[in-house]
């Protein structure tokens, strides 16, 4: 079964700290992505990467950036919290080299609560 | 811009009826679809891919069709049971390697 784990379940952090969410998955997926969850405004792609320190930007990726050292993590940063950007974040994998679903699958998320 | 519209009022049906959600899209063709599940507190599970050439495609007691006339994507489950009220996310490919979600449509099957 493939495993995408996030880092914390639930955070609370203050205004102006700095952000560490980190996802592992274990099918050595080449994409991962991060979102976030929003009620009524669903799941909106923040960052993405489709290989080792490769990145691109999703429709939201301001006061976020992204780290991809290693095939298997993909961190996500918020530079300096800010109330805005408390959220739900989940992070995704999958393959393109999975052709019949390109299914994308999802960590169990981080409930961000900045104050 | 790109736009997807799912039913943002939550679908009340009765156990063994048959639910249906409805998926809207604007200002692309995307050349698949595919349905999520989400549950409270979890993450999306994938349940089901229909690629642009497809009508229809089946899974269990699953049925998703794909007009790309009307620009649009139904998501059928017959014989509905409690076990499967959820946010059902219809997520239309939007680029190489991306999906574009929808709000969601939560499905409430009352016993």
């Known amino acids: 079964d493939v495993k995408v784990t996030q880092s914390s379940r639930y955070l609370v952090k203050r205004t102006g700290e700095k952000v560490f969410l980190e996802c592992v998955q274990d099918?050595?997926?080449?994409?991962m992505f991060w979102y976030r969850q929003d009620p009524g405004l669903g799941l909106r792609l923040i960052y993405f990467?489709?290989?080792?320190?490769?990145?691109e930007k999703g429709d939201i990726p301001e006061g976020y950036s992204v780290s991809r050292e290693k095939k298997e993590r993909f961190s996500l940063i918020l530079e300096s919290a800010s109330t805005n950007q408390t959220s739900m974040y989940l992070c995704?994998?999958?393959?393109?080299?999975?052709?019949?679903?390109?299914?994308?699958?999802f960590g169990p998320g981080t409930r961000l609560t900045v104050t | 811009s790109q736009k997807i519209e799912q039913n943002s009022e939550a679908l009340n049906i009765q156990e063994g009826k048959t639910a249906t959600l409805t998926c809207n899209y604007t200002?692309?063709?995307?050349?698949?679809l595919q349905w999520y599940r989400q549950d409270p507190g979890r993450g999306p599970v994938f349940l089901l891919l229909?690629?642009?050439?497809?009508k229809e495609k089946r899974k269990e007691r699953l049925k998703v069709t794909f007009d790309t006339t009307l620009k649009q994507s139904l998501f059928h489950i017959t014989a509905s049971q409690p076990a499967d009220s959820a946010t059902y996310l219809c997520?239309?490919?939007?680029?190489?390697?991306?999906?574009?979600f929808g709000a969601g449509t939560r499905l409430a099957v009352h016993p």
């Open positions: 990467s489709y290989d080792v320190k490769m990145k």
């Open positions: 229909i690629r642009e050439n497809e």
């Open positions: 200002n692309y063709s995307p050349a698949y």
């Open positions: 995704a994998s999958g393959s393109n080299r999975d052709r019949d679903s390109y299914e994308q699958y």
């Open positions: 099918m050595d997926h080449e994409n």
């Open positions: 997520a239309p490919r939007g680029g190489y390697n991306k999906l574009i």
